[in-house]
């Protein structure tokens, strides 16, 4: 991307971050990598178009086995134990809830988690990227999944034209990958 192209990007994204108004209320949460140092991300989110259909329903984070892993925001472990053989995690936040898997909990169901908390440790088995170790972390609003780069403001970034004054939801967080911008690309 030409710096021409890149100034007026920057300016749209700096223009969403410090929006005041309304639409402040609908900003994602602020939460941290479930895995330290900042992990490489293998595999992207990838939402299913149908509830059974095929996807990828989180984010998988690289990671080595054994590795501590932190709840990305404060909340309430909800599910603490073993699915289908492999240690999963679910906290929730409110309306929303962050997963990881596979991970060998340290943590209990009703538990009270800050951000950043330790809730468990990275397992091999059940890996999403077997052999190697990784995270999939998810993240859901009822039924619905979300991107959990979001969390750590790497997901999609919405680019609203700059003559309006309101920001507009249109088309959504699922828009055509055209309009859809990476902030890692940037
Ligand atoms: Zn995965």
Not at 141 to 158: A, H, I, K, S
Not at 161 to 168: A, F, Y
Request: hydrophobic residues 40%; contains cysteine; positive net charge.
């Amino acid at each position: 991307m030409s710096p021409r192209v890149r100034a007026p990007l920057l300016l749209v994204l700096v223009l969403l971050v410090s929006s005041p108004g309304p639409a402040h209320a609908e900003e994602d949460p602020v939460g941290v990598w479930p895995l330290r140092p900042e992990p490489e991300v293998v595999a992207r989110f990838d939402p299913p178009a149908t509830p059974y259909g095929a996807g990828h329903r989180g984010v998988d984070l690289a990671g080595t086995a054994g590795q501590r892993v932190h709840a990305a925001l404060p909340g309430t472990v909800r599910f603490a134990g073993r699915l289908a053989g492999r240690g999963v995690v679910v906290v929730s936040h409110g309306d929303t809830r962050t997963t990881y898997e596979p991970v060998e909990v340290s943590v209990e169901v009703g538990e009270d988690v800050a951000r950043g908390a330790p809730i468990g440790s990275l397992e091999l088995v059940g890996s999403h990227c077997f052999p190697r170790a990784c995270l999939h972390w998810g993240w859901l609003r009822g039924e619905t999944y979300l991107d959990p780069l979001r969390l750590v403001g790497r997901g999609p970034v919405r680019l609203l034209p700059l003559w309006r004054e309101v920001p507009v939801r249109a088309p959504g967080p699922w828009a055509p990958s055209s309009v859809r911008l990476g902030l890692s690309r940037l």
